[in-house]
């Protein structure tokens, strides 16, 4: 018999995997100063924590197809690495300013434990973890404000922020998400993005639809992989960060004590 009936299989939902990493630690994450826009490399652990981060993905089986970042060398370097580990390194990686960090206005660059020993743990709290209040903006005429670096030339200037609350930053990230990076994973393209713990909470909290009271508690460690498994029409199933989880509690536990006055 030359041809044989096809077994019917039942039709299942095909998932699909997206990965999320927060660059490795930072200079000012090591010096605990509020970073935003500004171009801080990676620290020596931060190098480590990203390349590891790559090793931990290849040990996993995962492969991507394109990677997005932002336009912060310490996000576009933690990918480098990440990508180097992999063998990966040939991929495309899209750069956009609209994944970069939370703008932290006129609180970038201070400590963030000396901030709250003069305004205290509640206002930092608030500062750094609130929904909706922004941080003090920078002026117009700051070197820092980002219509006047070579990085953002080509915006429009009213779009650029001089600070940012989480929801602002939840107003650029989502719309660049569900635009530009979304259609890639419904076509089948397996996706990293490489970003930052303010931009990446943006994004958590969409996929995971959590409240603003919620989102709150939330902290991203440094260089781990947050896998999530979406629906084939892109909706999210769970999630889980690759490595050990007692070290990733505890690096979660850190960020949080940040803004301790100690
Ligand atoms: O300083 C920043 O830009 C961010 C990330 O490092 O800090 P926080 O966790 O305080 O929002």
Redesign the pocket.
Known sequence: MLYKKPKVKRQEKVMKNLVLIRHGE?E??LAN????WTDVDLSEKGVKEAKNGGIQLKKDGFDFDICYTSYLKRAIHTLNNVLFEMDREWLPVVKSWKLN??H?GALQGLN?SETSQKYGEDQVKIW?RSFDIQPPALEENDDRNPALQEQYRGEDRSVLPLTESLKDTIARVIPYYENVILPEILKGRRVLIAA???SLRALIMYLDGLSEKEIIEV?VPTGIPLVYTLTDDGKAQGKRYLGNQEEIEAKMKA?AA??KAK
């Open positions: 930072s000012w994450n100063r509020f970073t935003g960090e939370r932290y963030k750094r930052h713990g303010n902290n960020v940040q803004g």
